[in-house]
């Protein structure tokens, strides 16, 4: 081969390779990196889903969601943030989905509820299942408050699963004061800057018809929601817990809400996305 064939011959190879580790992804060290999820950014349309299982039915109803939906509505387009067993309900499910706009909520909910993996597994899911209605369909409060997208829970070095606790307070707003109330809230949120605490997001009633009626949604709003991920109980207990009850009394002082605050303590399922992991690996900046 000639010298010029040999060049050209390499060039091509390196083409290739280069191709093929983009497709397939550099090789990693097991460490959880933000890198992983650039591409999953910007849910405009966020649902706060809270499911009743049947009495002793929930942790079965775990087991089925975490196995078969989060990837499947991933490859339509939407995102499963997290989803969560409450602590105070022993019968509550609690689940976030995100979609790209208002728009894509109808396709991907249709390719979903109408395609083979639902039309496989609903009738058993459905007989645990006696109430999916309480939805509240969200956007983010401002464009950097939605729900962050952390990386999946990895099989292989996760191996306790996911931890840490996700709390969310959910505010009842009077009509016409959800500028004045989301103002002195956001004031009151700056206080849980703590260490062992990291903020998940603000969202805020996406106020517009529902688009896929076969799937309920609330119209008792607006409502403004704070999310975050705590380490432990310890930290919950200690740090953020009475900085929660302090802001809850203020903004309830504030007249501008229609009833009390709702403060709703979850455990993240073995799979949930939404979970404790360091500042670095969850893209926190110090």
């Not at 992983?36 to 049947?54: C, G, K, N, P």
């Not at 939906?69 to 943030?81: H, N």
């Amino acid at each position: 081969m000639k010298p010029f064939e040999r060049l050209i011959c390499g060039i091509v190879l390196l083409g290739a390779f280069g191709a093929a580790s983009s497709i397939h992804g550099k090789p990693t060290s097991g460490t959880i990196t933000m890198e992983s999820v650039q591409h999953l950014r910007d849910y405009q349309a966020i649902e706060f889903r809270r499911y009743v299982t049947s009495q002793g039915e929930r942790s079965h109803f775990v087991k089925y969601f975490d196995t078969y939906f989060p990837e499947a509505l991933e490859q339509l387009g939407a995102m499963v943030f997290g989803q969560f067993m409450e602590r105070d309900h022993p019968d509550r499910f609690t689940w976030l989905r995100g979609f790209r706009d208002i728009n894509a909520r109808p396709v991907v909910n249709a390719a979903f509820y109408y395609g083979p993996l639902w039309k496989e597994h609903r009738v058993k899911v459905n007989a645990i299942l006696p109430d999916s209605d309480n939805v509240m369909l969200l956007r983010p409060l401002h464009a950097d408050q939605g729900v962050k997208v952390l990386p999946a829970v990895d099989p292989v070095t996760e191996e306790h699963s996911a931890q840490g606790i996700v709390v969310a307070q959910i505010f009842a707003v009077k009509k016409g004061s959800e500028d004045a109330f989301a103002h002195q809230a956001e004031a009151a949120f700056s206080a849980y800057r703590v260490d062992g605490v990291h903020p998940a997001g603000v969202l805020v009633t996406l106020d517009v018809p529902n688009n896929f009626p076969q799937l309920p949604i609330r119209t008792d709003g607006p409502f403004l929601i704070w999310l975050g991920v705590v380490k432990d109980d310890a930290t919950l207990d200690r740090r953020l817990a009475p900085l929660l009850t302090s802001a809850e009394k203020s903004l309830a002082d504030s007249g501008l809400l229609r009833g009390a605050p709702e403060r709703v303590v979850m455990d993240p399922t073995p799979r949930s996305r939404l979970r404790w992991l360091s500042d670095t690996a969850a893209g926190i900046t110090p």
